[in-house]
T-cell receptor, first 109, second 115 residues
Framework: GQQVMQIPQYQHVQEGEDFTTYCNSS?????IQWYKQRPGGHPVFLIQ?????EVKKQKRLTFQFGEAKKNSSLHITATQTTDVGTYFCAASGNTPLVFGKGTRLSVIA | GAVVSQHPSRVICKSGTSVKIECRSLDFQATTMFWYRQFPKQSLMLMATSNEGSKATYEQGVEKDKFLINHASLTLSTLTVTSAHPEDSSFYIC???????????FGPGTRLTVL
């Protein structure tokens, strides 16, 4: 079945530093979604990317979808303590979604 | 978005008992709901797709007779963990999908601890 690999598994940054997580698939994806799960919470939808090469921004978050639609990235500029949590990518070609293993971000104030 | 609730939020039970978890879509009629399991510091693992009015579709390796799913209405799906054992202790999360938007809306989750 479809699989998505996500790296890194963990990332520790100083507050104010940037952070990037990457999601890769061996197959072409119809679209990719990103979710954030705060510690003790449930995943919350952030965004969906559909088009090849698409770039979307949400304040300090920048999402990219590769030209070949096989990879995606989430970049956070100048991290804040509120960014702490696990970020998951999820591939959707056919329902249901296939989640990556997530990247756990910790921010040191 | 869609508002999804789950009940209970936490449950502790003895080994061998059965536990029912409810997932409700409060503002959206969901013909399909999804049940996930998440072990500590791990990703979401899809257990089954719950279809209103028909049998659930289980993922490979998930025991149908152990994890009973009932989706009797467009707003309610239940997951019953039968004869629970300590290895069933986990965080169980349901979600609904808004087909027009394609994103999933997750319930707050149920933390099950089997003693």
């Amino acid at each position: 079945g479809q699989q998505v690999m996500q790296i890194p598994q963990y990332q520790h940054v100083q507050e104010g530093e940037d952070f990037t997580t990457y999601c890769n698939s061996s197959t072409t994806l119809s679209n990719i979604q990103w979710y954030k799960q705060r510690p003790g919470g449930h995943p919350v939808f952030l965004i969906q990317l559909v088009k090849s090469g698409e770039v979307k921004k949400q304040k300090r978050l920048t999402f990219q979808f590769g030209e070949a639609k096989k990879n995606s990235s989430l970049h956070i500029t100048a991290t804040q303590t509120t960014d702490v949590g696990t970020y998951f990518c999820a591939a959707s070609g056919n329902t249901p979604l296939v989640f990556g293993k997530g990247t756990r971000l910790s921010v040191i104030a | 978005g869609a508002v999804v609730s789950q009940h209970p939020s936490r449950v502790i039970c003895k080994s061998g008992t059965s536990v029912k978890i409810e997932c409700r879509s409060l503002d959206f009629q969901a013909t399909t709901m999804f049940w996930y399991r998440q072990f500590p510091k791990q990703s979401l693992m899809l257990m089954a797709t719950s279809n209103e009015g028909s049998k659930a579709t289980y993922e490979q390796g998930v025991e149908k007779d152990k994890f009973l799913i009932n989706h009797a209405s467009l707003t309610l799906s239940t997951l019953t963990v039968t004869s629970a054992h300590p290895e069933d202790s986990s965080f169980y999360i349901c979600s609904v999908e808004r087909s027009s938007y394609n994103e999933q809306f997750f319930g707050p989750g149920t933390r099950l601890t089997v003693l």
